[in-house]
């Protein structure tokens, strides 16, 4: 057989998976994989845990080392080692040892790029400081902890609301610090829809963290006391022992691009389905490179460690002869925050929206629901909180949110393999999903979603929305029980229980445009069903009440009527 010389440039999720996967493919290629880093293979996704010291040992962070890499594999790893340059005319790599300086070449046959992300910095005074921090490795980690430790510290700034910056604040929490979040956006969890991270921030805000939304950091300073100050573009100053700057991500391109290979408008290298770059002898994987959304179409950078892994195995089996593709990315993510989970699959309406394809086309239509997360006469069942996106014209599965205190990973997988599978609201409908009433119920929250989606594009109820709400024009129903009316309601919204409507119909007049909604729009959906059969104009308002008062959290043109 051939003997194949393959070049790994950077270790962790995508270089790692593709230097095992291409050893269990052929026994005789040379496999040498290298990193500027300590480690070759590790957890970085827990690395704010083990700030926290809910990973209590720092070894317990490390997948796989070069001892491994040599026996299990016969890979020969090289750490402390930086690639340089690429000369592709000779195929060969120029490389540094960073312990001893020495200067190498290398030949390869096969080359893949996998050299990660980077922390965004700003570019601001400042930002060198001691005590402020960025979290990508284990070193970084590791100069986290003993800051806090030696500093005694007692507060911290969090700059950025995504995923890493929630996961810090929760474990920042955990150590006992006080935590002030600065995020530009008007909420945190950029990626999902603004009505769907009320709850996280209600959570947030019931743990004390200081949440400063709408608002940038201008620059930092040194205090004589060892603090910094953080001051914002508002003019307000935040007095903090740390700050972690968890504002994103770039790609590193660098070598990429000072080799000559074409690099995508979002900064990403570029790579076909194969994941080859524009050189037909190199690969690229991971956060460096630039993916297409399977639902959107559109190139972007997605730093995700599931993707990263399962490029690096395609890669790894296209060296060695396979056919095999990178179908794309929906971005399914999930996240721990305090007492809630949020997770996420497919394109997020305002996603849709800021690419004009929502608008333009106007084929989606999204409904809510709040259904619990296991059978509700079974003790500790809590609400979860999902958003579903589809296509009007045929049903399929565009996207998900959820956000809830268990069972949302579960939901959202099932529903993120749906979309895998160009599956449709009706196949939600339809779905065997296993049921016990400690883990959900004989309607589980994806079927319930289905059906609701499915009763819409049937004609079985009309939905409408709330920000599409003019109260002049319509006829507002609340269809609850009076307790639950005289608790809080819509600013004008007329009470006619579910159990009385068909006596008091006559209270609702046929010549307007009703409205009604519930708790979380089971009632008004039944509401609508009857009405409508007695001519009425009626719709039922998605998601009901509930999600009534988290867009009303964010928008103050809706204003909820509390009632005293």
């Known amino acids: 057989m051939e003997r194949k010389r393959i070049v790994v440039v950077g270790g962790v999720a995508g270089g790692a998976s593709c230097a095992a996967r291409a050893r269990r493919l052929t026994e005789t290629a040379e496999i040498i994989m290298f990193d500027r880093g300590e480690y070759v293979s590790f957890a970085n996704c827990g690395l704010p845990y083990y700030v926290g010291d809910v990973i209590k040992k720092e070894k317990h962070l490390l997948i796989a080392t070069p001892k491994l890499f040599r026996k299990r594999f016969e890979i020969d790893v090289r750490l402390r080692s930086e690639v340089l340059a690429i000369d592709r005319e000779n195929s060969h790599i120029q490389v540094k040892n960073l312990q001893t300086g020495e200067i190498y070449h290398e030949s390869y046959d096969a080359l893949v790029l996998s050299p990660g992300a980077r922390p965004i910095k700003p570019q601001m005074s400042g930002v060198d400081l001691p005590g402020i921090f960025s979290l990508r490795t284990i070193p970084d980690s590791r100069q986290i902890k003993a800051w806090i430790t030696q500093h005694k510290a007692k507060r911290a700034v969090v700059v950025g609301g995504g995923y890493i910056g929630m996961e810090m604040t929760e474990n920042l929490l955990k150590l006992g610090l006080a935590v002030t979040i600065v995020e530009m956006q008007n909420q945190v969890m950029p990626l999902m829809d ?230 449709t609201v009706f196949d939600l409908e339809e779905a065997e999903l296993c049921y016990a009433p400690q883990f959900g119920s004989a309607k589980d929250p994806v079927n319930l979603a289905g059906m609701i989606a499915a009763n819409v594009l049937r004609g079985d109820v009309h939905i409408v929305h709330w920000e599409n709400l003019d109260k002049d024009r319509v006829f507002m129903l609340d269809v609850r029980d009076p307790s639950e009316y005289k608790k809080g309601c819509v600013e004008g919204a007329v009470n006619i229980p579910l159990n009385d409507l068909r006596q008091r119909m006559g209270e609702v007049p046929k010549e307007q445009e009703v409205w009604s909604y519930c708790l979380v729009g089971q009632r008004s959906y039944y509401a609508a069903r009857a009405l409508s059969q007695y001519g009425y104009d009626i719709k039922s ?24």
Do not use: C
């Open 541 to 564: 308002l998605s998601g009901g009440y509930m999600t009534f008062t988290s867009k009303d959290a964010l928008d103050p043109g809706l204003r909820v009527n509390t009632k005293k």
């Open 194 to 423: 603004p009505e769907m991270v009320t709850p996280i921030q209600d959570d947030l805000l019931k743990n004390k963290v200081v949440l400063r939304l709408n608002e940038t950091v201008a620059g930092f300073a040194g205090n004589d006391d060892h603090t910094l100050s953080v001051k914002l573009n508002s003019g307000l100053i935040e007095k903090t022992d740390l700050v972690i700057l968890s504002i994103g991500v770039r790609p590193e391109i660098q070598l990429a691009q000072d080799a000559g290979l074409k690099i995508g408008k979002q900064g990403g290298i570029r790579v076909d389905e194969h994941m080859r770059t524009s050189d037909e002898k190199i690969w690229a994987v991971g956060d460096a490179v630039e993916v297409k959304d399977l639902i959107t179409g559109q190139w972007g950078v997605i730093p995700l460690a599931g993707p990263a892994n399962r490029q690096g195995r395609i890669a790894a089996d296209v060296i060695m002869g396979r056919d095999e593709r990178f179908r794309g990315v929906q971005g399914t993510s999930v996240v721990g925050i305090l007492d809630l989970v949020a997770a996420f699959t497919g394109p997020s309406e305002k996603t849709l929206r800021r690419l004009g394809i929502w608008d333009e086309s106007a084929q989606y239509e999204k409904v809510y629901l709040h259904p619990g997360d296991h059978a509700g006469y079974y003790p500790g069942s809590n609400p979860i909180s999902l958003k579903l996106i589809f296509d009007k014209k045929d049903g399929r599965i565009i996207s998900a949110q959820a956000v809830g205190k268990e069972g949302v990973a579960k939901r959202i997988d099932v529903i993120s393999m749906a979309i895998q599978q160009n599956a």
